[in-house]
């Protein structure tokens, strides 16, 4: 579990945003990379990546993550929430605690792999790393349409055989050239493995790549990583180091200490 006095290095927040309220944590200082942690769907929070969220801060990167509205300690619906609120209520929380010259880390787990694509195509070469954690992709059309109570038109949507294929998301990743890690756990239950290796070929297109195995975890890698500091040193020395590399690698993220070294955010991006 995690360390109570890691965590006491964060510090609540509220954003105000399109009449509703969004809550979450931060922590870190200026001049170091700023590493975002967004939660995936359902019973989604950012309460789960806090000792995540401690590990980089820890690290001396500034550390953000928060609820998107509907979820957790936010205001909000969950059934209005769509894909592109839930981009649009990421770039408003980064752009009001994160300075503009920062270089920005993304994590983003399950229904965030999308949003990470959509902050990589809005962010452009601002983002120096990011960390996939069970991604999903969606079709195309599935992005302005609201939630609703799961046997609506989105649901519709995203259970379309095959319909993900379209999703913008890929061709985000494939042409994103920075640090990428993918996390992925050995029994996934949600993300179908076709999924998991679509992003897994895109991303091996131009980024610095390293592939993230996990081969005890299942799809909520949240709580993994809340209950495993292992794999939490692990997977923030996989998101960190290397940059500049280049070349694909494949990483256990069980119990392997020091396989990449401790690594911080001092790094600049180049």
Known sequence: MSDPLTLDSLTPFTHAYDGERLAGVHGGGPGRAAVVLLHGAGAGSEER?????????????????????????STGSLRDLSLRRRFEQAVAVIDARVPAAEPLVLVGFSMSGQTVA??????????????????????????????????????GIIRTPDGWRRSPALAAFGAYAGRAVLAVPGRDAVIPPEVTEAVQESLAAHAQYTRFELPDAEH???????????????????????????????????????????????????
Not at 131 to 139: K, R, T
Not at 236 to 242: K, N, T
Not at 254 to 267: I, K, S, Y
């Open 49 to 73: 990546s806090r000792p995540l969220l401690a590990e980089f801060v820890g690290r001396g990167c500034r550390g953000l993550a928060f609820d998107f509205s509907g979820h957790g300690n």
């Open 118 to 155: 959509d902050l990589v195509r809005h962010y452009r070469d601002r983002v120096v790393a990011l960390g996939l954690c069970a991604p999903a992709v969606y079709a195309p059309e599935a992005w302005d349409v609201p939630f609703g109570e799961g046997d609506g038109r989105f649901s």
């Open 220 to 270: 909520q890698l949240g709580l993994w990583f809340r209950d495993h500091a292992d794999s939490r040193r692990d997977f923030a020395d996989a998101l960190l180091a290397g940059l500049g590399d280049g070349g694909p690698t494949v990483v256990s993220g069980v119990g392997e200490d020091g396989l990449h070294g401790h690594t911080d955010c001092g790094w600049r991006s180049g």
